[in-house]
């Protein structure tokens, strides 16, 4: 996907604790902004989560696979810009792209790539409810709805 | 300190990643919250910090000793706001009081003191500057000044 | 306490997502090795800690004070030890006082407090079990007993 | 690569500050497990790390690409066993190949990759010293040599 496609925006702040000894962004704490681009993304929906770190709308999700690239250094203190979309949902799960730049900036610093599963009380596999496939389609510009997969 | 002597709040989320199997947030993760408000704190007053964690504002401070009460609960999602300000200044140190609410409420969950230690370039305790020191007398109510310890 | 009245040490290294941009531990996560240390220590005596983090010597704990002091610095890939003991029970409550070192070292570089209550199923205040009483009296050395406070 | 193909372990536990609200340990915590692997496989063949994050083994790394994928649950206290192995090296570039698995289980819960470039003193691709793939060549079973890549 291009910045272009992506229509939800979250900002995140590097704080002290997420740079390491050579004074950039420690690997794993970019999952931290990821995640943070996607729960807003979700509660930009309108939709709240609750204590047990469910949303209200119906699916009980679990990440299946992280991807992420790191294609230039954040600093401590930058401000980033976490850029956040559906890009595909089957049957049971869908999958976040989101790209993160600076401020002020459209170049890439890192992008990835989350496929999240929908469980049921039995924590396999659930289809994903008609009312967040609406929800996103209205929403994305570049979805592609697999539903047979 | 009482809450009506804090003059500056920051904001803070918490994330999924900040809560334990009980729900509530792990006590470590507070320090986190803390940070980011003293951070925060310093910025306000017009200064940066540099890639290396030192603020623009002549000091090279580590921290020297926390003391946090938990005495509610924070749970996943709640927004909490920080409150900060500087109670003490000594020759070398000064501490930073901080309390945290939820939004919408004025029951303080947890409150901290943090002392900060000024270096020189050897490591070694270092006079805090005068422009310092005239920056926290302006801004604070309740600021002691005890030069001589 | 002094290092030599402390009978349970815990290892821990010092991680590159521990260290900040000065190449320092961040005094945050020096809560992480007080809280290895704290639950090795009670595993020590034979008990198992479940998924929701309790321990199976029927106490429901939690953390109400926290109190570190950054004697010097700790830096990547060093090898701490935590020393970890019970100082006081009172009717309710309980607390940890641990030192750190390096490793071949006894030169303490942090030493902390921590003070658990334990807790009803109503989240109250409930006296502590006297099992719990009498494992820590039988292996502790400098421990005091304060059961009316 | 199978789990027979893997020479290196390491042993990790999942502590309180790495599992959420739901009881299993946060996605991006994989990543810190999965760190520790990789230093504990460079340590393995002899080489230190220094208060900068670089090994003494001649080269200055940084990670480019993760992927994670997230094949069961891990629980608080489990004891993980983190499986690393070097699958290919590249002309600036190489690969860990890693899987974790619970004690006492060959069952794998989760598998990961990781590219890392080596640098120069300019922060660009730089080759990877012959040294470095003497060890590993002499260490892995199942290593490809891509040196024209």
């Known amino acids: 996907m291009d910045i272009k ?10 704080r002290t ?17 990821y995640e943070t681009g996607r729960v807003e993304y979700r509660r930009n929906f309108g939709h709240n989560i609750n204590r047990e770190g469910i949303f209200d709308d119906g699916l009980k999700v679990v990440v299946v696979r992280n991807e992420i690239d790191y294609l230039s250094f954040a600093f401590l ?7 956040t979309a559906v890009s595909w949902i089957k049957k049971s799960s869908f999958c976040f792209e989101q790209i993160i730049t600076k401020e002020n900036s459209t170049e890439i610093i890192s992008k990835a790539k989350g496929i999240l599963v929908n469980l049921d009380e039995n924590n396999l596999p659930s289809p994903i409810s008609k009312k967040f496939i609406e929800e996103i389609t209205t929403f994305e510009i570049k979805l592609k709805i697999l539903s047979n997969e």
């Open 17 to 33: 604790y997420d740079v390491d000894s050579q004074g950039i962004v420690h690997n794993m704490n970019y999952l931290k902004y």
């Open 5 to 14: 496609d992506f229509k939800h925006i979250t900002d995140v702040r590097v």
């Open 77 to 83: 203190d930058d401000l980033l810009k976490v850029y």
